[in-house]
């Protein structure tokens, strides 16, 4: 471990995942330890257009003796490289290794004996993927997903037959880039610069996001058929988001009390595909990342995320 960005107590872990089409690939592991650690750990893997800043989130687990591990994926965030296309991929099944890699480091290296994992958006999709592979493995021990990314926030007829017929470009012209993006309405709702209380490098996350492109939203969409096809993740998941969405391009102050980015509907309605154990939680006012939500709204957040780990962890008292 290295010092990280943060500052202390906040350390890093370059993770060498070889090489792809477009050269060499990391993932950093980012880790924040207890003053009284307890044997438990939280692995967090953030969203598309995303990577870790959270540091609130680190201390709330970190305050209940959870050493904290945030994973920046690869060309996310601390991992991206000169030469690469930011945040793209074209199979999510390609973030995988750096998963492995990273609860082999929680488990083996530092010794924890009871693992978290904790999903946001586009990550919250790729950590049920990875906890279904990896049933047999008994890698985790439960999992928080946070307004995971569930299914394509368009009306049916943009979700499947035009979504198939831009997957099948996907295949043949990967990088192309499509008239797709995230508004800036998200962003502006989060950022200290503008109407939010979250600072964070908007390089690494831009308020418009990075291009969305063909490539990456054929391996989403393929991940999201996976999932409403069914999983079978053998631990409990909670899964927590908003009541209400908002689909407006323009800014308007409604924003700062739902989620801008995805349909929650479409969370709750492909829940029981996840598993047996599934715990459905909702939010009045949250925003896409329900901890960066108004004071307030974060703290029943963290109240229900500590409840429901205290039930169903054996994490004792919180």
């Known amino acids: 471990m290295e010092p990280d960005l943060l500052g202390p107590p906040y350390e890093r872990h370059t993770i060498d995942l070889g090489s792809d089409d477009e050269g060499p690939v990391v993932a950093t592991l980012?880790?924040?330890?207890a003053e009284r650690p307890t044997g438990r750990a939280v692995l967090y893997v953030h969203g598309f257009v995303d990577y870790f800043f959270q540091t609130h989130v680190a201390d709330f687990f970190a305050a209940r003796g959870w050493d904290f591990y945030a994973l920046d994926l690869?060309?996310?965030g601390r991992s991206l490289l000169p030469h690469q296309t930011a945040n793209f991929c074209r199979d999510l099944g390609d973030y995988f290794p750096e998963l492995d890699a990273a609860?082999?480091?929680v488990r083996t290296e530092d010794g924890h004996d009871t693992l978290l994992a904790m999903g946001h958006s586009t990550g919250g999709l790729i950590v049920s993927l990875w906890a279904h592979a990896r049933r047999d493995a008994g890698l985790v021990d439960g999992i928080v997903l946070n307004s995971p990314?569930?299914?394509l926030n368009a009306p049916w007829f943009v979700r499947r037959p035009i979504a198939a017929a831009v997957a099948r470009l996907g295949r043949r012209a990967p990088h192309r880039v499509l008239p797709l993006g995230l508004g800036t309405v998200y962003g502006e709702s989060l950022h200290a610069e503008h109407r939010g209380e979250w600072t964070y490098d908007l390089a690494w996350k831009p308020l418009?996001?990075?291009?969305v492109r063909a490539g990456w939203l054929d391996a989403v969409r393929t991940g999201q058929r996976r999932l409403r096809g069914g999983?079978?993740?053998p631990?409990?998941?909670l899964l927590a988001c908003s009541t209400r969405s908002f689909r407006g391009s323009k800014w308007h102050e409604s924003a700062t009390l739902a989620d801008a980015v995805l349909d929650v509907e479409h969370m709750v309605r492909w829940a029981p595909r996840l598993g047996r154990h599934v715990t459905v939680a909702r939010f009045d006012g949250g925003l896409h990342d329900l901890t960066l939500s108004g004071p307030a709204?974060?703290?029943k957040v963290f109240a229900e995320v500590g409840r429901w780990a205290e039930a169903f962890l054996c994490a004792g008292p919180t």
Do not use: N, Q, S
């Open 297 to 299: 709204v974060r703290e």
């Open 231 to 233: 999983l079978d993740i």
């Open 30 to 33: 980012v880790r924040r330890r």
């Open 208 to 211: 418009a996001g990075f291009p």
């Open 149 to 151: 990314f569930f299914d």
């Open 235 to 237: 631990v409990p998941v």
């Open 103 to 105: 609860a082999r480091i």
């Open 74 to 76: 690869r060309k996310y």
